[in-house]
């Protein structure tokens, strides 16, 4: 049915990358691995699955690579994550509530853009199912979801379509915007004193005393470990086909072969005159019970194009990759018999199946894959709660690491200066952080700590441990005097500037040759700059465009700036040219008014979501608010 997609509905909806389906999917999909209990929030009475949390959170990690998270940031992370969540749901509550919908025309254009459901560039309709079957959703589960996801697109795209922009606003915009300042500055350096500078051995020591808690160190521990978790019990796992059979013997009363039905279908519109339509359909009908080809009808008469091309054959079906009526009806026939006119909301159906193949007892050939991998799944399952028995065992009787990891095949790992806010090598687990820096945890440091996590257990021996404290000041004496050096000349830089901006107060009418003659002051001629000009330093140009404009060009504004990694800045404004809209192309033009209407509507959007939650009744759920309240 969805073979028409490319050919009828194709340009009304934008490319779409196959992450965001994928993403969708990971959202809803069915292979939760909490219990149904968990949730992470409430809102206005419904859950929200604790997966879709786990998504957000993950996403917000995933920004960072690498990087080590401060343990108080991932706690921020989280809190972000729970409110995303919380934001989108009520947002999605308030769409319901006004009528957003999507159309059928709309949700099949869409889908039929996403590449992963294309062959060679075109809309495929068993690519479309094998996707979702493999994800575990049905078209009907899968379309449902997505006409939410498009809800939400909808309701933005129609605020940012409604946000009108004068012309005047945009005149006014770009004048602001592309608005140039006449200046002429003089900068006094202070790398012009450093050579000057003397930082003796005293004044690095009381430094470095008069600020103890600048230069530490964390406490670090050496470590040696071992861990016992799915990956590691999976790496020992070997199948051979009599027990892979034998297995698949135990539970092959679950495995039943799914009826797949192949159809021939001939869909009509329904338009404005829903009795003509079925006129229309009664009289094809009629046609095919006295014995008309039913292909051709279809190649002349159908609107589903890509059907019609093969005579209306829609290829083989299984259960749920149609809507409710059309679904009803494919499996009410016997191979060669014609359904009635069928309506869905898709349009008048009309349909002859064509064969039948499957529905029985599957054998294991049917479903190799699927058995192998729970067989697998079984035995990784057996081999890990042996393992962790094993290594519980070895660890209890006093054996030594090296001993364990002998016995049980297990890697032995090691890694040096870990400390509390590392990520690696085991992401964030408290339970390890608190057994090796929590209370106690350096008296325990003459035996191995056993700690439990999720589904994995770490056996960790502590080699060595440097307590927190202050570097040693040979190792950062040079740091120290770099330091020290560039306050002083700065120091010395301001001090010479101050000078020059008091000469000039005094006579603003100065030329900047004569004020900075026989200075180490460097200057810089009259032109013009703007906002972002990347050669004037970014100090001296928010200063310039923060400054009063000249009433005219013989009473400029003088003033003076400190600038980051510059020096001490002095400057004169003379006038203030306007941007000038005639000079913009009409493409930026438009370009300008499309990005001024979208951030009114984000500000539009930001107040509306911040209302809704604020007027919804959310209540978080008890795992996250575990979370939230440890240490």
Do not use: C
Not at 95 to 103: E, K, R, T
């Amino acid at each position: 049915m969805l073979q028409d997609i490319r050919e009828t509905f194709i340009g009304t909806t934008g490319k779409v990358v196959i992450a965001i389906i994928l993403l969708l999917l990971a959202g809803t999909g069915l292979n939760y691995t909490l219990t149904p209990k968990q949730f992470a929030a409430r809102v206005n009475g419904e859950e929200i699955p604790i997966q879709e949390f786990d998504r957000e959170y993950q996403s917000l990690l995933n920004r960072f690579g690498d990087q080590e998270i401060p343990a108080f940031f991932l706690d921020q992370l989280r809190s972000q994550a729970v409110e995303q969540v919380i934001q989108a749901r009520t947002i999605q509550d308030h769409l319901a509530d006004q009528g957003f919908a999507v159309s059928d025309a709309q949700l099949r254009a869409f889908i039929a853009e996403v590449p992963g459901f294309q062959v060679d560039g075109q809309f495929n309709a068993d690519a479309y199912r094998t996707v979702l079957r493999d994800n575990g959703f049905s078209p009907a589960v899968y379309e449902s979801n997505l006409r939410r996801v498009l809800a939400s697109q909808q309701f933005v795209g129609t605020m940012l379509q409604t946000e009108f922009v004068t012309p005047a606003e945009i005149r006014e915009f770009i004048e602001l915007r592309d608005e140039q300042r006449e200046l002429e500055y003089v900068v006094v350096s202070p790398d012009s004193f450093k050579e000057d500078v003397t930082v003796s051995e005293a004044d690095v020591l009381a430094y470095f005393e008069a600020n103890p808690d600048r230069y530490r160190t964390p406490e670090l521990v050496d470590i040696d470990y071992l861990i016992v978790d799915r990956e590691a019990a999976a790496g020992v796992i070997e199948i051979d086909d009599d027990a892979l059979q034998a297995f698949f013997d135990g539970v092959s009363d679950e495995y039943v072969a799914p009826e797949e039905r192949r159809a021939r279908q001939i869909l009509l519109a329904i338009g404005d005159d829903a009795d003509a339509a079925t006129a229309e359909a009664e009289a094809l009908l009629s046609q095919l019970e006295g014995g008309a080809d039913f292909a051709a009808l279809a190649e002349e008469f159908s609107i589903d194009a890509g059907s019609a091309r093969q005579g209306g054959d829609l290829g083989w079906v299984r259960p749920g990759d149609f809507v409710g009526p059309v679904e009803d009806a494919v499996y009410a026939l016997n191979p060669g018999e014609l359904s009635g006119v069928v309506r869905s909301e898709f349009g008048l159906h009309i349909l002859r199946l064509e064969d039948v193949r499957g529905g029985g007892d599957a054998t294991l050939d049917d479903v190799r894959d699927e058995v192998t991998e729970r067989f697998r799944g079984s035995l990784v399952d057996d081999r890990l709660f042996a393992l962790q028995g094993q290594v519980s065992d070895l660890e209890f009787e006093g054996a030594a690491l090296a001993e364990i990891s002998a016995q049980t095949g297990l890697t032995l790992q090691s890694f040096e200066g870990y400390h509390d806010s590392r990520q690696q090598p085991f992401g964030e687990v408290p339970e390890i952080r608190d057994a090796l820096f929590g209370d106690g945890a350096a008296a325990a440091d003459d035996g191995l700590r056993l700690v439990q996590y999720d589904e994995a257990t770490v056996v960790i021996d502590v080699n060595n441990r440097v307590p927190a404290g202050r570097q040693p000041i040979e190792n950062v004496e040079e740091q120290i005097r770099e330091l020290l050096v560039d306050q002083a000349a700065q120091s010395v830089a301001d001090e010479r500037g101050a000078q020059l901006a008091s000469v000039l107060a005094t006579d603003p009418t100065i030329s900047f040759e004569a004020l900075t003659v026989n200075s180490a002051a460097t200057n810089y001629p009259k032109r013009l700059v703007g906002r972002t000009d990347a050669e004037v330093p970014a100090a001296l140009a928010a200063a310039v465009f923060a400054a009063p404009k000249p009433t005219d060009l013989s009473e400029p504004h003088t003033g003076n700036v400190a600038a980051p990694g510059v020096g001490f800045v002095i400057y004169r404004l003379t006038q203030v040219v306007p941007g000038d809209p005639s000079a913009v192309e009409q493409s930026v033009l438009e370009a300008t008014r499309r990005q001024l209407a979208q951030q009114r509507a984000a500000l539009q959007l930001d107040a509306m979501t911040r209302g809704l939650r604020e007027s919804a009744d959310v209540e978080i759920g008890p795992l996250l608010q575990l979370q939230q309240a440890a240490p």
